[in-house]
């Protein structure tokens, strides 16, 4: 989307915002599908986003975003951007614009990482509000600590594609560290299950269930001049298991978030109502299932959990893109199978 298109469509959205006077429209810095824009108009900052139509089987963004922001509204949670108004027809939303830049990976701190603790704290304690209820569901992959393992080993079951096994990297990745790694990760959640008396096939409880802001990552931040570290980018929030939501947390991409601030991030988690009484032993047990999770996902961005599709791009670039991608998925494998072995 070019800013000249957005802006015919956005016209009447902008006008009635009392932004219609040819404000300057330009994409926004790292937006790289090209549907977040800077508009600038007599002084004043604001964001304008357009969201493209999804296949039907998956949550509409445009939808999740509007009901999100209402549910902040109506849960006076402030520390975001908030939302101006929403242009239905040609899927547009317009923001207010926080001033800041992107997090580096060397300013993950603790303090920063209570800060994200506090921000899913605070946007949970009102979960009960009738503007939640909007949100789409947990997936069926988190409704229980086996839906979620199940899912994970119908992929390494399938294997490497056949239309990929031309890529010898790859498919030693796979078949030599991948699945050995796997299994050992799999037999020690499980024999640690069967010492603790957890049943992986418990379900969550409705009132166990938390509400994830989307991307939960220092990847949707924003530090502002003061400092501050703000959250946005909401159209993936839905409901969620706090132990997957926390888990992908701590095992984001490209931020070392060290599992030394686990327990001070749980604190944060206390005064919410409803709170899960065995979040911590369910989060260490699944941190290193998260890990071959999220190496899936380095390997195959584009994977389909709800169709069972890796989604792989099986063209010569994403064929390249498969092999560059290999060293962030293998040290995925290697920080789970760490976190396994240090608890032996």
């Not at 016209?11 to 508009?39: E, H, Q, V, W, Y």
């Not at 509000?129 to 390494?156: C, H, K, V, W, Y």
């Amino acid at each position: 989307m070019d800013p000249e298109t957005i802006r015919e469509l956005a016209t009447p959205l902008l006008n009635a915002l009392g932004i219609g006077d040819d404000p300057l429209i330009s994409p926004m810095p790292g937006s790289s599908l090209k549907r977040t824009f800077k508009l600038h108009h007599e002084g004043l900052d604001y964001a304008l986003k357009w969201y493209p139509i999804t296949p039907p089987h998956l949550a509409d963004p445009f939808d999740t975003e509007r009901h999100f922001y209402q549910y902040l509204k109506e849960a006076e949670v402030h520390e975001n951007p908030f939302a101006l108004s929403w242009e239905i027809s040609h899927r547009i939303g317009v923001f207010s614009l926080l001033h800041g830049r992107a997090i580096r990976s060397d300013e993950v701190n603790l303090p920063r990482t209570l800060t994200a603790g506090t921000f899913l704290a605070a946007i949970n304690e009102h979960r009960h509000l009738p503007e939640a209820g909007s949100l789409p569901g947990t997936p069926p992959r988190e409704q229980s600590m086996s839906n979620l393992l199940d899912a994970i080993n119908g992929f390494m079951l399938q294997g490497v594609p056949e239309e990929l096994r031309d890529v010898q990297p790859l498919v030693s990745f796979w078949e030599d560290e991948l699945v050995p790694g796997w299994q050992g990760i799999i037999g020690h959640f499980l024999s640690t299950c069967e010492t603790s008396g957890i049943d992986p096939s418990h379900e969550l409880e409705d009132q166990h269930a938390i509400l994830s802001p989307g991307e939960f990552t220092f990847h949707n931040t924003i530090i502002t001049p003061e400092h501050k570290v703000c959250f946005c980018d909401f159209d993936q929030a839905r409901w969620g298991d706090p132990a997957c939501v926390i888990a992908r947390f701590f095992t984001q991409p490209d931020f070392n978030v060290k599992m030394e601030y686990l327990d001070p991030f749980l604190d944060e988690m206390d005064g919410i109502p409803g709170r899960d009484p065995v979040l911590g032993v369910r989060l260490r047990l699944l941190i290193p299932i998260i890990r071959i999770e999220r190496s899936l996902t380095a390997l195959f961005p584009h994977l389909d959990w709800d169709l069972r599709q890796l989604g792989a791009d099986t063209g010569k670039e994403g064929k390249v893109m498969l092999i560059q991608n290999l060293w962030q998925a293998r040290q995925q494998l290697k920080a789970g199978l760490h976190l396994i072995s240090d608890s032996q």
